[in-house]
């Protein structure tokens, strides 16, 4: 199985100040069509995850643009150009390569 | 509007059953592939399985293979999965998923999920 994992796992943060969380896999996840098949996901407290970033850099329907998302080769980075206090959650990063399907162990944002 | 409603869940004893259910709504349900993930308390995101679009191709963790089965009845767009063999380390919230169509296989809709609970 791919294993991601992640740094840091908890990430104090302030409002309005740049964040990113970095994302390390265990093989390259790039498929045959150029995409890398890495996606990150929020899942703000109390709530189900939503979907942030796909294929490593696109930004899903409604997310801000101050979410973006980028890869060097198997090193994968969230950024936040300003957080906000909405940004707040457990964030996600997902392999879907292969099966099985495999998460991050989760990055916990709060603010400062 | 987008509504994946998930139903089924409960308090089952160790060596138990359960069906979950996922009902679509506002989308092409037949469209899409699904995904079943789980979370269980405290916890992060675990896949547990999918299934394309017609039903016909499955896949699972290995955690739950043999014991979990995925099914669909685009008719009813719903989505289902039997849960076999219940386990303790099964507890936690069951999330249906929509696989957005095209490149990436991702997840682009969570519902909000139905909690199991295997404890005697």
């Known amino acids: 199985d791919i294993v991601l994992t992640q740094s840091p796992l908890s990430l104090p943060v302030t409002p309005g100040e740049p964040a990113s969380i970095s994302c390390r896999s265990s093989q390259s996840l790039l498929y045959s069509n150029g995409y890398n098949y890495l996606d990150w996901f929020l899942q703000r407290p109390g709530q189900s995850p939503q979907l942030l970033i796909y294929l490593g850099s696109n930004r899903a329907s409604g997310v801000p643009d101050r979410f973006s998302g980028s890869a060097s080769g198997t090193d994968f980075t969230l950024h936040i150009s300003r957080v906000e206090a909405e940004d707040v959650g457990v964030y996600y990063c997902m392999q879907a390569l292969q099966i099985p399907f495999t998460f991050g162990p989760g990055t916990t944002v709060d603010i400062k | ?120």
């Open chain 2, 1 to 120: 509007e987008v509504q994946l409603v998930a139903s089924g869940g409960g308090l089952v004893q160790p060596g138990g059953s359960l069906r979950l259910s996922c009902a679509g709504s506002g989308f092409t349900f037949s469209s899409h592939w699904m995904h079943w993930v789980r979370q269980a308390p405290g916890k992060g995101l675990v896949w547990v399985s999918r299934i394309n679009n017609d039903g016909s191709i499955t896949g699972y963790a290995d955690s739950v293979k043999g014991r979990f089965t995925v099914s669909r009845d685009n008719a009813k767009n719903t989505l289902y999965l039997q849960v076999n063999s219940l386990r303790v380390e099964d507890t936690g919230v069951y999330y249906c998923v929509r696989e957005r169509p095209g490149a990436g296989n991702n997840m682009d809709f969570w519902g909000k999920g139905t909690t199991v609970t295997v404890s005697s």
